[in-house]
């Protein structure tokens, strides 16, 4: 069980180390398959993969993308190069001739860690170009259909040293020759320039030039707090390093130095990185959201329609008191005008009121001397056989309770009547 979980570990590594496929086809001029050609697959001038072409003249191969170099060989064959780029599933086909007499040179130019695409590689006779071959991607080139003979080799940018390869080719011969290449010298005085101080955990930049040019693509090395690193200049002249630990930053190029000094914070251990203090999160208070327009003018609008409501109803309620009491008023003038006029037919105030339904209260004393005042006085101008008749003659009082312009005033209305 656990050798089938390793086989298939194992082939899952492989699938993903192995994404692509590059199917190579080889045939002859007349495009006939080419059965048991032997097929290599070069990567940086080393062969890592080999096979042979089947009965339809193909071969398959698991690579991963990028460029390879394909060479097939068979027989009475002049050996066929070819650059091949992959990228997913990809085909590369080479057609042999037998009857070809010209010669093949590949390999591998380089510069470090120098991008060369696009770069060319000419193959010279006194001066003269008679082959070029384009640089691709990681270095590669193959130059074709050379006649027999000897070549100088030229690289095609101007700021590089000549290549001085010289090489002589007989027909029908492949070589394989690998190109170093190394930067023309200039004069001029070289510096190095980098800051004397630098913040720790920043990046420290230090520029290399010659003659107030800058020297791209030049390698230098830094003796950090950790030890030596080697870095690259860029096209600009300048190499950069980031300042991981306090202390002393030294550049050298040559035999000219220069160094950058990082200085620790105060109480930090030099080349050690302080620990941040946690940080406690604060809960900061969540604001109240302002109360709407819409909603204010409702509340003013429902005040005002509850005073409005209120006055309203206070209006109606001192209406309805004001009608009681005039109906009350009302009621107690009839009753007493009703009460007068009982009287006036003979009837004392208690048979007034049980003829009526009423209950006889006691009256007033202050009633009775204003009954009395009112109908006092009769009983002095009354005739004898009158006097004993009148029905009011009980609540009359003496004449003395009028005045001297009263007394003659009534008198004459009884003397009239």
């Known amino acids: 069980m656990k050798a089938l979980l390793a086989l298939a570990v194992f082939a899952v590594l492989a699938a993903s180390a192995f994404a692509s496929t590059l199917t190579v086809n080889v045939s002859g001029l007349s495009d006939t ?13 080393v062969v890592i993969l080999n096979g042979t072409a089947n009965k339809f003249g193909v071969a398959n191969f698991d690579v991963t993308d990028g460029y390879y170099i394909v060479r097939t060989t068979r027989g009475f064959y002049p050996v066929k190069v070819q650059v091949a780029k992959v990228e997913g599933n990809s085909i ?58 000897t070549y100088d080799l030229v690289f095609s940018k101007g700021e590089w040293e000549p290549i001085n390869i010289s090489v002589t080719l007989a027909a029908r011969e492949t070589r394989l020759l690998d190109i170093e290449l190394s930067k023309k010298s200039e004069g001029g005085i070289v510096a190095l320039d980098v800051p004397r101080f630098a913040d720790l955990y920043g990046t420290i930049a230090a520029k290399l030039t010659r003659g107030g040019k800058p020297m791209n693509m030049t390698e230098m090395s830094v003796l950090t707090p950790d030890g030596i690193a080697k870095i690259n200049t860029d096209a600009n002249g300048e190499a950069r390093i980031n300042a991981a630990k306090a202390g002393n930053y030294t550049f050298t190029y040559a035999n000219i130095t220069a160094s950058s000094f990082v200085e620790a914070p105060i109480g930090q251990v030099p ?44 209006l109606l309620a001192g209406a309805v008191a004001f009608i009681m009491l005039r109906k009350q008023k009302s009621r107690e003038g009839k009753h007493a005008q009703m009460h007068s006029r009982g009287m006036a037919h ?72």
């Open 33 to 45: 398959a080419l059965v048991g050609t032997k097929i290599d697959i070069l990567k940086n001038s």
């Open 92 to 149: 590369a086909k080479l057609r042999m001739d037998l009857d070809s007499n010209t010669a093949t040179m590949y390999g591998k130019v380089s510069y470090g860690k120098w991008n060369l695409d696009g770069y060319r590689v000419y193959a010279t006779q006194k001066g003269v170009a008679i082959k070029e071959a384009r640089v691709y991607p990681e270095g590669v080139y193959v130059l074709t259909f050379l006649d027999e003979g």
């Open 271 to 314: 080349g050690k990185k302080p620990v941040e203090p946690k940080k406690t999160p604060v809960a900061l208070p969540t604001p109240e959201p302002p109360a709407p327009q819409q909603k204010t003018a409702d509340t003013t609008l429902f005040v005002i329609v509850g005073i409005a409501m209120v006055g309203i109803g206070v």
């Open 346 to 417: 003979g009837h004392t105030r208690e048979e007034y009121c049980q003829m009526h339904g009423h209950a006889a209260h006691p009256m007033h004393p202050e009633h009775g001397k204003e009954h009395a005042g009112a109908h006092g006085g009769h009983e002095k101008y009354m005739h004898p056989s009158e006097r004993d008749s009148h029905p009011h003659e009980k609540f009359m009082p003496p004449h003395e309770l009028y005045g001297p312009g009263e007394k003659e005033k009534h008198g004459k209305a009884h003397r009239k009547k």
